[in-house]
Nanobody, 120 residues
Framework: QVQLVESGGGLVQAGGSLRLSCAAS????????MGWYRQAPGSARELVAR???????TYADSVTGRFTISRDNAKNTVFLQMNSLRPEDTAVYYC??????????????WGQGTQVTVSS
């Protein structure tokens, strides 16, 4: 059993900043990839950013230069620093991990989502 607890969402004006956090716990041996996805109403879920255990990062074109993903491997936690927020960033943001469970299998798990709303 794995739990992902997200925090940091909320309402912010355009141009503002928010920092999302996601802490993973449970039957985890190691985490390969940690990432953030988002889903706006009526749209498909899309990748925002992800980071490997070695620190290699990938960003969606729409957030490059504004968002920064980082992780604390000792605490199994991933962060998303979001600056210069725009109304089009409004969505539910989901944490995702690709990990090796304590029992051996490689698995994938999602958080419950946190709402980010950017007002114009």
């Amino acid at each position: 059993q794995v739990q992902l607890v997200e925090s940091g969402g909320g309402l912010v004006q355009a141009g503002g900043s928010l920092r999302l956090s996601c802490a993973a716990s449970g039957s985890i041996s190691s985490i390969n990839i940690m990432g953030w996805y988002r889903q706006a109403p009526g749209s498909a879920r899309e990748l925002v950013a992800r980071i490997t255990s070695a620190g290699r990062t990938t960003y969606a074109d729409s957030v490059t230069g504004r968002f920064t993903i980082s992780r604390d491997n000792a605490k199994n936690t991933v962060f998303l620093q979001m600056n210069s927020l725009r109304p089009e960033d409004t969505a539910v943001y989901y944490c995702n991990i690709d990990f090796l469970s304590s029992l051996g299998p490689r698995l994938n798990s999602w958080g419950q989502g946190t709402q980010v709303t950017v007002s114009s």
